[in-house]
C-alpha cells in the first residue's frame, strides 16, 4: 500500500540554521558554497565532518575567514566536528559528499575494465566501474542513513555523491521516511546550453539558463526532455530543425579531440538521439553514452567520433592531488595572501533551495528523487530525477509523464540494474550484485565468463573497500 | 503505452491574449473578472458566447464600460460573438462555465431525489442529482472539446462547469489532447480557513491564506490534505490538537441551522473524519457528506447535527432570479449609475493563473487534471485535484502521493461511478450509465429497483436534456 | 519486486500422506472425511488436533473404526494428538477448520449488530459480524501460520474457517511463503444449480455439476461468473434468456419464508444482479446480500423480499448444541450401533484436490489464493477466488481476466476492509481496524458515532476472544 | 479499463468440426496432422488454402488418401480451396501456417545481417532477421485476423508462424477479441530433454515427457521455468546439483561441431544461464541466445564454445528445396506407392489441444496468448507464453508468477521492441519500427549509424515484401 503521507516535517524556515556537512573537507564545492553563504539571506551555523578531519579543520577555518570580509549580508559559523553523530545531532539540513581515494578506486575501475575490452567514457555512475563505485559506496550510505534516523529524522538530506541514483535510493532504503534529494549539475548545464542555442541560434538574444524550462525526466545522468520553453516561448520548432543542421550533424576524429578536456561536450550524441527517438537527451554526452551503450562501440574511435573524449585514470589521479588539479580551489594560499580572493556568488542550485526551503522565493529545479508517480512507466521507488518545487519547508517532484517506449526501455535496463544491486546491498549478496552487473549493457557486451573475470578482478583490487559484502560466500568468486 | 509527450505548447506569453469564454452571460463571475483583467498586467480580447446571446451583450457592453474608469492599467476590448466556432478560432485561452436553467433541472435533481428517500445535501456534483447534472451536461462538453480541436488546439481551457471531475474528465475522453484545467474554489475557501485557524488559534497573528501551503489531493469536492504549512511552520501538530478541543466538536440541532445559509460550513465533518483516518478533508462540508456518505444518514436531523443544512430546490430558484438571488451583479444597474460602482480586484486564483501562463511569476495552486501520477493509487487517467505549479505557457502538476487505504476506497467508489458514467456517455448508453448511478454509495441505500425508480423519474422530468442519450434502447428504463 | 518464484515444493505423491487436522474436533466435516478417506486410493495417516481434546480422541476413534468397513479401499489410521507442534511436525497437507463457542461470539455479533439497525443476513464473513469473526481469528491463524513454518513449511494447508479470504490472508501476511489454499463449497453449490437449470429449463437432461465449467472470480461468497459451460456448450445465451422469465423474476414476502430454513437460496438476487451488470454472482444469495448491500436495505422485509432469509443467532445457537443441529452428525450413535452406518463417498471437492495432488488425475476447481495476477483490476496480493488446476504437487490458479468496472467496485469495497484490517492486526491496532469496519458499506449506513458504538458494543461483548488486540491503547474505544 | 469478459464463446465439441488450413501447402507438418486426425476420436473436415494452390491440392489429395487405411479411427473430408474467405467461412479452428520464399527473406536476412558484423545463431524471431521477418509477416497476419472476424469470429485460431510472439500479438492488435493462441513446440523438446535427464541422470527410470510437469513462463523462444517435476516429485535439487556437474559445464570448439546440424542443442547455455540467475530457460539453447544476447559475443568462436552452431543461410536455401530437404516429406511418393507408408501418430499437442476443446480429457500445455496477468511483472497485453489448461471450448492461461528482475529485465527488452514494431505497423510507420529495431540488444552492438545501414540494406533487398509499409515517407531510410 502506498504510504499514507509523503510528510515533509522539517520546519526550514529559521534564522539559525543548522547544517552538517558529510564530506565537509571538499576542495571543490566548500569554497564555493561558503561564498555563497556568505552572500545570503540564511543565517546559521555549519558542522563539517571529514574521514580526512584536517580537512574540515582547514574549510571551517576558511568559512570563517570569509564570514569577516566586508560583503558578506549572512551569518555563518562554521567548526570542524569529528563524531559523525555529533555533527548529525539536530541538523537541519545535511549535505553528502564523500570520496574514496581515487587510486585505490576510481583509477582501478577504469584501467581493469578497459583491460576487459570495454571502453569507458567516465565509469563513474553506471557500467562496471559506476556499479563498482555504487558497491563501495552503499554500504557507507547506509550507515549514514540509520544516523539521520538516529540524530535528525526529519533533516532534509541532499546526496552529491556519486553515483547519486544508486546511493540515494540506497539512503531510502534504509530509511524509507528519509527527506533526501539527490542533486547533479548536468541539467543545469544543459540548460545553460539551451540558452546559449536560443541566444546564438533561435533568435532570443537575451536568453539565460534561468529562463530555460524543461520538462526533464529520467535518471540521474540519463535524463531526457520532452518540452522546452524559453520563457514561454516553445523551444521545440528550433530544435527539431537545429537537430537537421550542419552544427548538430558533425563528426570528429581522435585527432580533433587530442588537446580537449574529457568534460568537452559537443551535444553530438543528443542531437543523434533527439532525431532517432524524438525526445532529447538532457546531460553532458559523456554520461549518455554509457546509458545509451551503442555509442561507446568501436572503442576509442567509435566514441571520439561523437565528439566525446574518455576520461581516463591518469585524468582521475591527477585531478585527486592539489597541485596537479585544475578543479580543485586552494582556500589556503587565499588566506595566507598568496593569491588574491574576490568574494563572489556561484551559481549553484543548491543555493536556491536552501533558501527557498527556508521560506524565500518558490524555486523550480531537477532533484532526484523516489519515483511516487511524478515518472510515468519507470518503476515505482526507484530513484527518478525530475523538476520539483521548493518552497517553504517542502519540495514536491512535479508531474513529468511518460517516454516513448523504446526511450523507456534504455532507462528501464538502468533501472533494473539499481534495483538488482541495492537489493543485494542489503545482505552483502555478492551473487546478487553480479546479476545486476551482469544485464548491465555494457556489460552484455562480454561473454558470461569473461564478465565474470572482470568482476573479480574488481573484487580482488578494491578488497579494502568491499568489506561489508560478504565475499567469502560469494559463488561468483571462485573464478580461477 | 503512456503518451510520449506531456507537451502544452501553447505559447501563452503574449500583448495581445484572446479569451473565447463560453457561457459568457455569467451574472456572477464575469463582473469581477472583468474587473480584475482592467487591474491586471495582461492585455487582449474577450469573446463573450452564450446561450443567451443579450447576457454575453450585457457583460461585453460592460466590460468595456469598466475599460474607461481611471484606475484600469490593462487594454481589455469585450465582444458578444454569437457563433461558437467563431468565438474560439484561434482563442490562446478559453473560459468555460455554463449551467442550464436550474428550475427545469437542478429543482427536479433534488425534489426528486428526496421524495424517493435520499436526503442530498448539495446534490451539485455526486449522488443521483450530481450523476443527473454530469449527464445533461457532458454531450455538451464533448462538443465543446470537438470545437477546441477543431478552432483552437492549444488553447489552455479552464472550466469551471459542475461537475468538475466529470465535465473536465468528459473533455479529455472526447479530445485527449487538450489542455484543459478544472477549477474550483473550494480548497481556497478551506486555505483561507486554516489561515483564520492560524491566526485566531494557533498564535500566527498574521496568517493570510496565501502562507497556507498544503499538500491537497483527491477529487473535486472530495479533497484531503495530509501536510499543512503556514509560511513553512508545520501546522500538523496544531490541527491534531486541535481536533480534540471543543470547537471540534460541537453539535448542531435543525433549530439552530434555522437562518443559517446553506453556505455555512462548521467543519464538523472534516474535523470528525480527520480524527477517523488521519487525514483533513478540504473542501466544504457540504460537500464532503455527499462522498463520504455515512454523514447523510437518519435524514435532515443527521446531517443538521454537523451543522450541515441542506441547499433546498427553493434556494436553487431563488438563485436563478437576478431580482431575488444576492450571489449575482447587477451590472445595468452600475452602468445606469443606479448604484455607485467602485472598480476593484477580488481574490480569484485565476488571474495569477492567468498572469503566470503569460510569463509572470510563477504560482502553485490547485486543480483538476488527469491522473497521470500525480495522485498515487488512484485510478490512471481519472480527473484528480492536486496542486500544480503554473509557469510560462505550463501548468504541472505536483505529485501529491498516495492516501491512507480506507480513504483512498472512499474516494475510489466515486472515480468508479465518475468513469462509468463518462465510458457511458460516449455511446449514450443509458444503461451503462445506470450501472454507475447504482454504485453511488447515496444510491447503494436504496433497493435495487427503488435505485431504477428514481433513475426513470429523473430521466422523464428532463427528458428534454437528456437528448444526447439513447433513452429508446434503454433497458432500465422498461420500468412501469 | 514480485518473487521470484512460486515454488510449491512439496512433495505431494506418497503411499504414506500424513495429514495435521487443526479442529480436528468437528462433527459436521469430520464424518464425511473419514469416508471419503477410506474410499480413496490415497494411503496415510491423520493428527487430530483440537482445542476440545475429546472431541478430536472422538473423532480418531471413528475414524479407525471406519477402516474396520469392508468396502474400504484405502488405508488410513487416525490419531488425536493434544500438542500443535506435534501434530504439525512434517506434515505434508494441514487441514485448518476451526471455530469459537458461537455463543460468546457469533451470537452477539448478530444480535449486537441487528440491535444498532444493521439487519445481517449471515454475519460470518463481512459486515461486522464478519470482521469481528476476523478480528477473532485472525491472530490464533498468525500463530498457526508461524507453527506450519516451523514444523511443516513445504505443506500444503487448506483452510476451511471463515471468513475465508480474512483468514488465507493472514496466513500469507503472516508467513508469505506458505501453500495455503482457502476452500469453500458456495462455487460448487451455484455449480449444481447451474446443472439443475440446464436439465430442467436449457434441454440439457443429462448435466451433471461435474459437467458445468465456469470462469469463477472474486472474492469468497462474492464470487461472479462471466462465462458458463455445460460440456463445453456455451450456457451465456441460455442465461440471459433465463432471467427474463418469470422464475428469475419472483418476489417473496416475509410470511413465504417463515418455515423455510436459512440456506434457502432462490437466486432472486443473483438473477437481479445479472440483469443489471451483465455477469453473474456465483454464490448463495444469503452470501452475496451482505458484499452488495443494497439487497439489505428496509430490513426484514427488504430482504425477504429476494426469498433471502437471515440467519438468526437462535439458529446459530441451537447448531451449536449437538442434539439439536441437523447439520451434525453423530457418530457415537454408529459406532454405537444405534444408527445404522452406510459407509458412503460424499462429493467433496477436497477429497479430489487431494488426490490430484497426489499424483491422480488433473483437476480444475475454485480455490481460494493470493492475487499474483490471476483476477484482474483487483488489488495484488490479496486472496481472491479464482479456478485452479490441481496436478502432482502443484496448485496453479488460472487467469480469470477482470470484471466490468462496477462490479469490480462493488468488490474492491470489501477488498479494502479486508486488507486494512489485516494490516491492523500485525500490531493489534484497534483504531485501524475500526477504520477498516467504518468503511465496510453495512457500517457506512450508520452515522460515523453510531459506527463507534457498535463497534465498542462488540468489543465489550467479546473482550475474552480479542486479547492480542490493544484495546487498552485504542482511541476509539473512548466511547462513553 | 479491464474487458468485461474473456468470453471464449465458440463452441467447440462437434460431431462435424471444421478446420480452414492457411498455408495448408505444408510439406513438413501437413502430412503428420492428416495421420493424427485419422488416428483421433475427432471428424471433420478440413479446408486448405495456399497461395501455391497447387500445394493445398496435394496435400488434399493425401488427406483423403489417408483415410482409405483401415487403422483409421475418425471421418476427415480434405478440400483444397483457393478463396480464402470460403476457406475461413463457419470455420470452427483456424490453423496459421505460412511462410515466404527463403530465398527472397530468409536469405538476405541471415547474410546482410552477418555482413554488417552481428553473428546471428537463427535470425527467424528476433534481432534483425526476426524483426524483419515480423514487418513481412504482421500485414499479411493483420488482414487474416480482420478476415477471420468477417468469417467465423468465434474460431480458435492457432497460429504456428514464426516469429509466433510478434504474428500472434498483431492478431490481437487488429482483432482484438480474436481466439488466438500462437504454439511452438521448444518447450516440449526441452520437457523431452528433462525426462530423458530424469531416467538417466536423477534415477527416474521411466520418465516420459508427459510425466513432466513445469511451470513455463516468458515468450516465445525466451521461456523459463522455475517449478519442474516428474510425476509430482521436485526436480530442482536434482537440477541444481546438475548443473555443477562436468556435463553442465562443457565447452566446444568450431571443429567439433563441424559435421553436427544446426538444431543440435547441448543445452550448455541453459545450464549457464541456470547458474547465473537461478531459473532454467527452456527453449532451445540456439534460440535462447538471441535474446541472452551476451553469448552471441566473439563471433563464430563466441558461439561455437557453447554447442551452439548457426543456422546459416545456405541451410535454409536447401530446406526449402524439397528434394534436398530433410525437413519435408514427400507425400507424392507414399501415394504413388514409391515409399511405404505405415499410418502413425505423431506427438504432437495440437490434437491433444483440439480433443480437449472438442470435450475430450482436459489437457494442459504451454501457450503463447495475452497477458492478462498470467506472467507478472511484464508488460500487459504482450504475447506471453505459460501454461494454460485446455477443456470443452476454453483455453485458460494458468497464472505462473513472476521472475527474478535480472531476468525480466532480459525479457522486457525483448518485449519492447516487438510492442514498438507491433504499433508501427499500424500506421506502417518505418521510422518507429526502426526504432524498435534500434533497442534490440543485438543492434545495439552497433553504432546508430551502422545500425541505420543494415536497416535501409535489409529494406532494399526485401522491397517487395515491405509493400505495406510507408517506405516512401521514411526518414531513416534517407541514409546514402
Known amino acids: 500500500m502506498e504510504a499514507a503521507s509523503t510528510k515533509r516535517s522539517q520546519q526550514a524556515e529559521s534564522d539559525d540554521l543548522t547544517?552538517?556537512?558529510?564530506?565537509?573537507?571538499?576542495?571543490?564545492?566548500?569554497?564555493?558554497?561558503?561564498?555563497?553563504?556568505?552572500?545570503?539571506?540564511?543565517?546559521?551555523?555549519?558542522?563539517?565532518?571529514?574521514?580526512?578531519?584536517?580537512?574540515?579543520e582547514r574549510n571551517a577555518k576558511f568559512g570563517n575567514w570569509v564570514q569577516n570580509r566586508d560583503e558578506v549580508t549572512a551569518d555563518w559559523t562554521y567548526e570542524a566536528i569529528e563524531d559523525e553523530d555529533e555533527a548529525l545531532d539536530g541538523a537541519d539540513v545535511v549535505i553528502l559528499s564523500t570520496q574514496f581515494d581515487p587510486l585505490e578506486t576510481f583509477v582501478p575501475d577504469l584501467d581493469i575494465t578497459k583491460d576487459h575490452g570495454i571502453y569507458h567514457a567516465v565509469g563513474a555512475t553506471i557500467g562496471p566501474g559506476g556499479i563498482f563505485r555504487a558497491m563501495r559506496t552503499i554500504p557507507d550510505y547506509r550507515r549514514i542513513a540509520a544516523r539521520v534516523r538516529e540524530n535528525c529524522p526529519d533533516a532534509?538530506?541532499?546526496?552529491?555523491?556519486?553515483?547519486?541514483?544508486?546511493?540515494?535510493?540506497?539512503?531510502y532504503d534504509e530509511y524509507p521516511d528519509i527527506n533526501a534529494v539527490g542533486l547533479c549539475h548536468e541539467v543545469i548545464h544543459a540548460r545553460e546550453h539551451?540558452?546559449?542555442?536560443?541566444?546564438?541560434?533561435?533568435?532570443?538574444?537575451?536568453?539565460?539558463?534561468?529562463?530555460?524550462?524543461?520538462?526533464?525526466?529520467?535518471?540521474?545522468?540519463?535524463?531526457?526532455?520532452?518540452?522546452?520553453?524559453?520563457?514561454?516561448?516553445?523551444?521545440?520548432?528550433?530544435?527539431?530543425?537545429?537537430?537537421?543542421?550542419?552544427?548538430?550533424?558533425?563528426?570528429?576524429?581522435?585527432?580533433?579531440?587530442?588537446?580537449?578536456s574529457p568534460f568537452n561536450d559537443e551535444w553530438q550524441v543528443s542531437w543523434e538521439l533527439?532525431?532517432?527517438?524524438?525526445?532529447?537527451?538532457?546531460?553532458?554526452?559523456?554520461?549518455?553514452?554509457?546509458?545509451?551503450?551503442?555509442?561507446?562501440?568501436?572503442?576509442?574511435?567509435?566514441?571520439?567520433?561523437?565528439?566525446?573524449k574518455r576520461t581516463g585514470s591518469d585524468f582521475r589521479?591527477?585531478?585527486?592531488?592539489?597541485?596537479?588539479?585544475?578543479?580543485?580551489?586552494?582556500?589556503?594560499?587565499?588566506?595566507?595572501?598568496e593569491e588574491e580572493f574576490e568574494l563572489e556568488a556561484s551559481n549553484e542550485a543548491f543555493l536556491n533551495i536552501l533558501e527557498g526551503l527556508n521560506g524565500g522565493e518558490r524555486f523550480v529545479t531537477n532533484v532526484n528523487m523516489p519515483n511516487r508517480g511524478q515518472m510515468e512507466g519507470v518503476e515505482h521507488g526507484t530513484?527518478?530525477?525530475?523538476?520539483?518545487?521548493?518552497?517553504?519547508?517542502?519540495?514536491?517532484?512535479?508531474?513529468?509523464?511518460?517516454?516513448?517506449?523504446p526511450v523507456r526501455s534504455l532507462v528501464q535496463r538502468h533501472v533494473d540494474t539499481i534495483e538488482t544491486v541495492v537489493e543485494a546491498s542489503r545482505?552483502?549478496?555478492?551473487?546478487?550484485?553480479?546479476?545486476?552487473f551482469l544485464i548491465d549493457p555494457q556489460v552484455q557486451t562480454l561473454q558470461t565468463e569473461e564478465a565474470e573475470e572482470l568482476f573479480t578482478d574488481l573484487v580482488n583490487a578494491e578488497r579494502d573497500y568491499l568489506a561489508d559484502w560478504d565475499l567469502e560466500g560469494a559463488r561468483v568468486l571462485d573464478y580461477s
Request: proline share 4%; hydrophobic share 40%; with cysteine.
Open 383 to 405: 530513484v527518478v530525477e525530475t523538476n520539483a518545487v521548493v518552497s517553504a519547508g517542502e519540495i514536491k517532484p512535479l508531474s513529468a509523464g511518460g517516454f516513448p517506449r
Open 427 to 436: 545482505d552483502g549478496d555478492v551473487d546478487e550484485a553480479f546479476e545486476g
Open 19 to 56: 547544517i552538517a556537512y558529510v564530506g565537509g573537507g571538499s576542495r571543490e564545492w566548500f569554497p564555493k558554497l561558503a561564498q555563497d553563504l556568505a552572500l545570503s539571506d540564511v543565517d546559521g551555523t555549519m558542522r563539517l565532518y571529514d574521514h580526512y578531519p584536517e580537512s574540515a
Open 274 to 308: 533527439f532525431r532517432r527517438f524524438g525526445v532529447l537527451p538532457f546531460a553532458g554526452d559523456r554520461h549518455i553514452v554509457e546509458y545509451a551503450t551503442s555509442f561507446l562501440q568501436n572503442g576509442k574511435e567509435g566514441l571520439n567520433r561523437w565528439g566525446v
Open 194 to 260: 539551451l540558452a546559449e542555442l536560443a541566444r546564438e541560434e533561435f533568435g532570443m538574444p537575451d536568453a539565460e539558463m534561468s529562463d530555460i524550462s524543461v520538462n526533464v525526466k529520467g535518471i540521474n545522468h540519463f535524463t531526457w526532455v520532452d518540452e522546452a520553453y524559453c520563457d514561454g516561448t516553445d523551444l521545440w520548432p528550433d530544435l527539431e530543425e537545429f537537430a537537421q543542421n550542419e552544427q548538430a550533424n558533425r563528426t570528429f576524429t581522435s585527432e580533433d579531440l587530442e588537446d580537449v
Open 317 to 337: 589521479a591527477k585531478h585527486w592531488d592539489p597541485s596537479e588539479s585544475e578543479q580543485t580551489t586552494d582556500v589556503t594560499a587565499w588566506m595566507d595572501g
Open 156 to 171: 532534509w538530506v541532499f546526496n552529491f555523491t556519486n553515483p547519486v541514483h544508486f546511493v540515494t535510493r540506497a539512503l
